[in-house]
């Protein structure tokens, strides 16, 4: 392990960034261990600096010391000591309450699809799904006992929703969209990039048993039925009822609904379900 300046040092009031000096400059010489650079930390920092790691790599080779270092991330363009202020300790801490797609269960991993579980319990169920362009999700369907929320993380997806599909809602980065029980709706990828989205079942009613089964090859019932196939004609209740949330203006989102807290921001995404033993918090960095 390098030495590394604490996590609380900083650097004329910039946060963490002593730290990730230290490490930039351990990683340049093959000195840095079991350290990880860029980690999650360093990587909200430099989202925060508004910079990217290759240039702050080529900062700090160049520089001699950290007065340098500071005049080379100025001059490329950084923002204020205290635009990019955060808890750095705090944030560490976070870091191991949180869930990651690195960890999550492999449901399919194919050329046009990923989907992941990232936690499955009775109260809630979050997967991270990717489609690329063209891809489709079911066809238009509804659930009885469950709601079936989405929030999109890059790209865009496109919503049918209602008993015939009739409301289209387009999707971007940051939106929210939360069917309840009862409202059909079906979802796809029809832009020209990959879309990626959290996928969030509450209560489980068997999502998690249903994807393991699909892809181990056996069959598990779920709460899903087709529209109208599967209702006896009945196109399940108004598409006025599915919830859908845009993000604001600095890109945070934050849902209060009767079974479903959400709350996003640009470094993680936290689903609060009541009944849950602990809130599901995604970290999207």
């Known amino acids: 392990m390098p030495d590394l300046r604490p996590m609380d040092a900083t650097l ?22 079991d ?22 790599g080529a900062v700090v080779a160049r520089a001699a010391g950290d007065a340098e ?10 923002v204020s000591a205290e635009a990019a202020w955060f808890d750095a300790p705090a944030w560490e801490d976070a870091l191991q309450e949180m869930v990651w797609r690195s960890d999550g269960e492999t449901i399919s991993d194919r050329a046009a699809r990923n989907v992941m579980i990232l936690h499955a319990g009775d109260a809630v169920t979050v997967t991270w799904s990717r489609y690329s362009s063209g891809e489709r999700g079911p066809d238009l369907h509804l659930h009885r006992e469950h709601t079936d929320a ?5 790209g865009a997806l496109r919503f049918a929703l209602g008993p015939e599909g009739e409301r289209v809602v387009r999707a971007p980065a940051g939106t929210f ?48 039925f087709d529209v109208p196939a599967e209702t006896g004609g009945d196109g399940g209740r108004p598409a006025a009822e599915v919830v859908v949330v845009a993000p604001g203006a600095d890109d945070g989102l934050s849902y209060d609904g009767p079974d479903l807290h ?6 993680r995404v936290d689903v609060v379900v009541r009944g849950a033993a602990a809130p599901v918090s995604y970290c999207r960095i």
């Open 35 to 56: 350290a990880v650079h860029p980690c999650p930390v360093d990587r909200r920092c430099l989202a925060l600096l508004g910079i990217d790691v290759e240039t702050f």
């Open 262 to 267: 959400v709350v996003a921001d640009r470094f």
């Open 12 to 33: 004329d009031g910039y946060a963490w960034l002593p730290r990730m000096i230290d490490k930039s400059r351990a990683a340049r010489a093959g000195t840095l261990g």
């Open 150 to 154: 989405f929030y999109v993380l890059s």
């Open 69 to 78: 270092v500071l005049a080379g991330l100025r001059a490329a363009g950084i």
């Open 177 to 224: 969209v939360s069917a309840p029980p009862g409202v059909a709706h079906s979802f796809m990828n029809d832009e020209a990039g990959d879309a990626t989205w959290l996928n969030v079942h509450t209560p489980d009613a068997g999502f998690a048993a249903f994807l393991r089964g699909a892809r181990d090859g056996r069959a598990m019932p779920l709460d899903s």
